[in-house]
């Protein structure tokens, strides 16, 4: 039963030393890029908006090219 605690205790502080070395990078990393990769809300509304009226004004032509498309034939 010894030598299992002694396992255990060696295997423990390798985990621990193991996850305080990768906090320490982690914390490392956000210090060198605080952005972190995050998209804000502002860019996320900006791109629908931006998808939105780009499929709204295809949609506009394909209408008007439907609409007219026995008068355009002849340009």
Same mark, same amino acid.
């Given at each position: 039963m010894k030598y299992t605690s002694d !396992? @255990?205790? !060696?295997? @423990?502080?390798r985990?621990?030393?193991w996850i305080s070395t990768r906090i320490e990078e982690g914390r490392?990393? !956000?210090a060198r890029r605080p952005d972190g990769g995050d998209i804000s809300i502002t860019?996320? &509304? &900006?791109w629908v908006a931006a998808v939105t009226g780009a =499929? @709204? &004004?295809a949609g506009t032509i394909? &209408? =008007?090219v439907a609409k007219y498309n026995s008068k355009l034939s002849g340009l």
């Open positions: !396992r @255990l205790h !060696r295997t @423990l502080s985990t621990a030393g490392q990393e !956000r860019t996320v &509304i &900006i =499929v @709204l &004004i394909a &209408i =008007v």
